[in-house]
């Protein structure tokens, strides 16, 4: 059993949305697939993989370094002796090899790309569904996986020319399609004016729904403080990201002042900073939630480590909620017993969204029982996956 | 005044060495051009810039992020008002539009490449040398910027079937140049080993010459421990980066156990991470030494604030030391009175080295009085430059 074929393509995901940090009217997805010597149904079996929304495609890190290396790299070294497959392990070795500690970005996504199409592949070429092969192959994994998982609808994106009503309508259309805890991004405009929004939303939302707000790291301590104050008054769910993703400090001083849930970690991209994060950030690990994105921080290999290193540090499995709603992190959650998943109904298509045929209900949604990630489970990924076959 | 091109070419700089994490027979080098429409002489002005070895070349978010930004900015919002010329910082600013915060990794030294070329340029539109017009443009600049910069030779590294005695040539030579303090690499083998070929280094050097010693970021707590306690009975000058460059508890570790000089932050990469590194590592501000490097981290736009902050905390400007020793780093470090540079004699050529004509004198170097850095004052280099006119 050999990789044949390393291949990618940027694909855009042009929106006119905006949050308190970024538009998103650039913003690019790299897709990849591991495709192997093993035959089914006259076809190849392949791996595929791609990053979550917020970081950028990864088509120069992957052409110039991880592919060639994976490409050269003697084919037995990637195949686990006892299995006789290819590992995501090895795979994630032969991929890092010559790379300096330090420095978790970009590279950091296109590993994150490579690992998930690893996983998909090895759980294809087992022909069991990725979730139950994690939980099997993990250390953190759990002896019987979560049948469904608890997931929220992020929205609540800044669009010019705003109307509070297409807010209030976004909000309620996501209670509608089975959530129960919404969220909206605040920081984007002065405090006075978000309330105004937030305050609308929770008029509306029925009795047993709950919102929460996310400021995308972009306040200062000062201000990050000033919007807890004023949220302290309201019934948040939590209140996500409110300084820059690494400045512990400051977050430690929002920590103090904030009477709820605090929220952060996706962009937090490897198990040192999520390490760093818990020793300094002051964050609560009885209360506070914990959003590390395996797809954007070296993927599953990592994070597993991750879960096990930030265990040790009193983090129970329920306070890790990702960020990045697709079903490669849902597999994550559910394979891991942890808290719940974001989901981004109807946007970020067709890369966020979990498989065609599974709604969420109360709050809740189920994951496939096919082979894989299930991404061939999911129509609208079709014609993207089709190009690189 | 405009921006008419941004070019970039990718160079290997191909060697058969290694240190404790990687070896260096792939590793490879961006260099940038910026052109413009001001022509001198005949020719249009431009602003060359390169990364620092240890980190790879950034073809792919150079052309897929950054270069696009600048090329559809409106070519007024990257002039200064005042002057009239392009303003490192204006370019700076637009290099980074719609970056999501954290995840400083690649992405950093792709705008450090750029910022590189930014101020070669709009030193040599000023028509005075870089590092007279860093030392007035900035926060860090000091008003009479140092003549002559102290600078160590960083060598020693691990190559196949090395004979001890081609070790202590090697730093032998280096005091030959003008050197008196040398580097070289630990780590790679046991610590016996290791201490074998320090003390052969230790025995040869002249009276009045030092010898630091570089791990790497490779080592646990418990084995960086380890080396503290058999170099403590030896007259190191640094220990430089015994363990992982975030791991800052560790670092702790190694402070408590070692009764010399610290070393590291070559791969921190962003101001935000330096600070974590002093707020964090247990580095004594007194007597430790910070390696950040502009070149790997975003550029001296980032790094003037990141020297200003980390006064703010106690650390003087003579415990900066940037890593990467090359013509732009040594500027900086004359511009804002830091307490040296770092210098590779005869690798990483044609990147590291300083200005042809220019020899160390009892371990300190003066800088070319010509516009911008002074790339052109170095004959290897011309040849690649040429490449990009």
């Known amino acids: 059993m050999r990789i044949v074929d390393i291949r990618h393509i ?6 006119d949305m905006a949050n308190a940090f970024i538009n998103f009217s650039k913003m690019d997805v790299s897709v990849l697939a591991i495709v192997t010597d093993v035959i089914r149904d006259g076809k190849p079996v392949i791996g595929y993989g791609f990053n979550s929304n917020g970081r950028y495609a990864q088509p120069g890190i992957l052409s110039h370094r991880i592919i060639p290396r994976l490409l050269e790299a003697n084919p037995d070294s990637l195949i686990n002796e006892k299995t006789g497959n290819l590992d995501p392990k090895l795979i994630w070795q032969s991929a890092m090899i010559n790379e300096k500690p330090g420095g978790h970005g970009d590279r950091a996504v296109a590993v994150g790309i490579l690992d998930m199409a690893a ?7 087992v ?7 994690m939980a099997e192959e993990s250390k953190s994994g759990i002896k019987t996986p979560l049948e469904k998982v608890w997931v929220y609808a992020a929205g609540g994106y800044y669009y010019k020319n705003q109307a509070l009503s297409s807010l209030t309508s976004e909000m309620l259309g996501y209670i509608d399609l089975g959530y129960r805890t919404v969220k909206m991004k605040i920081g984007a405009v002065p405090l006075a004016e978000d309330l105004v929004r937030i305050e609308a ?6 009795s047993g729904c709950t919102l929460a707000v996310d400021a995308n790291g972009r306040f200062s301590a000062q201000l990050a403080v000033e919007y807890a104050q004023a949220l302290n008054k309201l019934p948040i769910h939590w ?21 709820g849930v605090l929220a952060t970690g996706e962009n937090i991209m490897s198990g040192q900073d999520a390490k760093n994060l818990a020793l300094y950030g002051g964050m609560d690990p009885e209360k506070d939630v914990l959003q590390m994105d395996a797809a954007l921080s070296y993927g599953f290999v990592e994070y597993d480590q991750t879960l096990k290193t930030l265990g040790d540090l009193g983090w129970k499995s329920s306070r890790f909620v990702p960020h990045g709603g697709h079903q490669f992190n849902l597999a994550i959650v559910a394979a891991c017993g942890l808290g719940g998943c974001e989901s981004y109904p109807g946007i970020f298509e067709p890369f966020g969204g979990f498989a065609d045929g599974y709604k969420v209900e109360n709050g809740y949604i189920s994951l496939p029982e096919v082979p894989g990630i299930g991404l061939e489970s999911k129509a609208s990924l ?8």
């Open 10 to 15: 940027t694909v855009p995901i042009k929106s």
């Open 119 to 125: 996983w998909d592949l090895a759980s294809k070429l």
């Open 127 to 133: 022909e069991k569904p990725v979730h139950k092969f």
């Open 201 to 206: 939303v929770l008029n509306v939302l029925p």
């Open 239 to 259: 209140y996500e990201e409110p300084t820059d993703p690494l400045d512990f400090q400051s977050l430690g001083k929002v920590r103090s002042a904030y009477e």
């Open 382 to 389: 079709a014609p993207i996956l089709n190009q690189l076959q």
